[in-house]
């Protein structure tokens, strides 16, 4: 079992930047294909990037590719995503998940853990 936990959300302003990072507890992550999600008030939780245990396979949506980057450090059980340029349409409460398979999926049915959330709110 694995227990995942969001920090670094908050409320920033249009274009202004933040990191949100999750941490592990439980069994190691390493092996294991993570992600995060998020999800807009009245609308379905949306991919927004995944790595795979090796770091080999990185997969961004479109609506964030060169805005947002994910990283992982395996070492301390925690995975991170950078952040910048944000838009008011970002604002989202955001998961992070964890798939045992290992690899990056864009789904989010082949996920297996899922953390609680953190609140991004980005003012205009």
């Known amino acids: 079992q694995v227990q995942l936990v969001e920090s670094g959300g908050g409320v920033v302003q249009a274009g202004g930047s933040l990191r949100l990072s999750c941490s592990a507890s439980?069994?190691?992550?390493?092996?294991?294909?993570l992600g995060w999600f998020r999800q807009a008030p009245g609308k379905e939780r949306e991919f927004v990037a995944a790595?795979?245990?090796?770091?080999?396979?990185?997969y961004v949506a479109d609506s964030v590719k060169g805005r947002f980057t994910i990283s992982r450090d395996s070492a301390k059980n925690t995975m991170f995503l950078q952040m910048n340029s944000l838009k008011p349409e970002d604002t989202a409460v955001y998961y992070c998940?964890?798939?045992?398979?290992?690899?990056?999926?864009?789904?989010?049915?082949?996920?297996?853990?899922w953390g609680q959330g953190t609140q991004v709110t980005v003012s205009s």
């Open positions: 998940a964890a798939a045992e398979s290992g690899w990056a999926p864009r789904n989010s049915y082949e996920y297996n853990f």
């Open positions: 439980g069994r190691t992550f390493s092996s294991y294909g």
């Open positions: 790595i795979s245990w090796s770091e080999n396979r990185i």
